[in-house]
């Protein structure tokens, strides 16, 4: 089975963080998700991107926020806690 591991960044008009972890909690087609960011999200899925979007899409109805789901096995820099790092290098269903 193939797990990826995806960036979910939104605007302030989705809900609040919390707001969209639980949202995620109720999805099957989130497996796992780490947050580190006030506005992004990272999540393991073995969904597509398309997959995801029209989840949260789901969540937006209504809100017309702006959000966008990435990739992150793509190249990719930055500052982020060693755990976030470890999340999106191994993607897996729950903290093993």
């Known amino acids: 089975m193939?797990?990826?591991a995806y960036i979910l960044v939104f605007d302030?008009?989705?809900?609040?963080?919390k707001e969209i972890q639980d949202y995620l909690?109720?999805?099957p087609e989130v497996l796992n998700w780490y947050a580190s960011m006030s506005n992004a999200i990272f999540i393991v899925s073995d969904k597509t991107?398309?997959?995801l979007q029209k989840a949260i899409s789901q969540f937006n109805a209504g809100k017309n926020a702006h959000f966008i789901v990435?990739?992150?096995k793509t190249?990719?820099?930055g500052?982020?806690?060693a755990k976030a790092w470890e999340f999106i290098s191994?993607?897996?269903a729950s903290w093993e």
């Open 25 to 27: 909690d109720t999805r």
């Open 75 to 77: 190249d990719r820099q």
């Open 79 to 81: 500052w982020l806690p």
């Open 90 to 92: 191994n993607p897996k």
């Open 2 to 4: 193939n797990r990826w």
């Open 49 to 51: 991107a398309a997959t």
């Open 12 to 17: 302030d008009a989705l809900g609040t963080r």
């Open 70 to 72: 990435l990739d992150v």
